[in-house]
């Protein structure tokens, strides 16, 4: 215990020493993509020289602020709630209507509003942003359709799993082929919400979530930035609960398909990152679920650690390091184990020989 407090101060003593090191440099980087575009405007540099500024300082051009706008706003709001308010009203007043107006009516109002959301996004001009609240509040009400008609139908409550993946894969389609953001994130909560339910309740790795994740929702991710960092922080979270369920491979595949999107994605650094952490959470996993020391985690470390080191990812260079520590630490206290039972049994053996030269010399010896 006393060195695993070590470990973890000196760890923490070498992040603050990174952050104090490399702090300056990230705000030099940023008040330099700032300036750039001010200095462009005011015909101090043309835009060429300010290209050549932001490469020689490793520097991004600071993009405009964009402006709320606040009728959107409140339409997105007024979405949320409507569909909050349909939910509340007909369970409110659920058992008094007839079982199959109860189904056909739940589908009618969901179908409905999908097709408000196209007639405003794509056949009326000026109401487009309308339509993508529709096609949300419709994303919401299919799912209120399917928990209520499960109700109906007395689904068991281990099987609510079911209902989170026939809430998320309907509406992915419609999140990328009409372009909604926000219904594209909300099948990303459903999907990782549904990893968590079926692994609890059937007891089993849910190899099919990081399937969908580097299949569909990160290639359909494109340039929506948060969409992406979002759906590679919750196939972190996935790899970070296998140790309670002692599903070491699973933490591996996702450690090693986000280590292969880093080269098919344009090397983004958010893959590697998620990678590196990823196989120290399988360290961690394949630690608590066998027991023999996990010599092979050493490979894909190495890998992790030299691209890192090629690309000069400073971050992730610190990152393999503490990943490094934590498996020299797992080895170490399995081979202190180890030596602690031999020396256990032998000391055990000796205190038996001279246990029986004793009562040899007594004579009270029986074989």
Known sequence: MILLIV?????????????????????????????????????????????????????KRAKPAKRIDAIKAILLIGAIFVGLGVIFLVGANWHKIPLAIRTFGLLFVSVATLC???????????????????????????????????????????????????????????????????????????????????SISMDRPNYWYPVLVFGALIPMSGDFKPGLIMNTLFVLIAAYYCPFGKHEWLALFIGVFLFAQYFFKGKEPVYIYAATLS????????????????????????????????????????ISICAFILWFHQIFLRIFKTLRLYLWDYNNYGDAVVNRNSAFSCGTFSP
């Open 279 to 318: 196989l120290a959470a399988w360290q961690i996993t394949f630690g608590i679920a066998r027991d023999i020391s996990n010599y092979f985690a050493l490979v894909p470390l190495a890998a992790v650690f030299v691209v890192s080191y090629r690309e000069r990812l400073t971050l992730n260079l610190f």
């Open 116 to 198: 408000s959301g196209y007639y405003y996004s794509y056949k009326e001009e000026g109401y487009r942003f309308l339509g993508k609240n529709l096609f949300f509040l419709s994303a919401i009400l299919w799912g209120a359709s399917l928990i209520l008609i499960c109700q109906i139908y007395n689904v068991p409550a281990s099987d609510n799993w079911i209902i989170m993946i026939l809430w998320a894969l309907p509406i992915l389609p419609m999140a990328h082929f009409f372009e909604n953001r926000y219904t594209f994130m909300l099948a990303s909560v459903l999907l990782i919400a549904w990893y968590f339910m079926y």
């Open 7 to 59: 470990i973890i101060l000196l760890l923490l003593l070498g992040y603050g020493i990174y952050r104090v090191a490399t702090g300056n440099k990230a705000l030099y980087r940023r008040w330099i993509g700032k300036q750039v575009p001010l200095w462009e405007y005011k015909n101090i540099i043309t835009v060429q020289q300010g290209e050549a500024i932001l490469s020689e300082y490793n520097a």
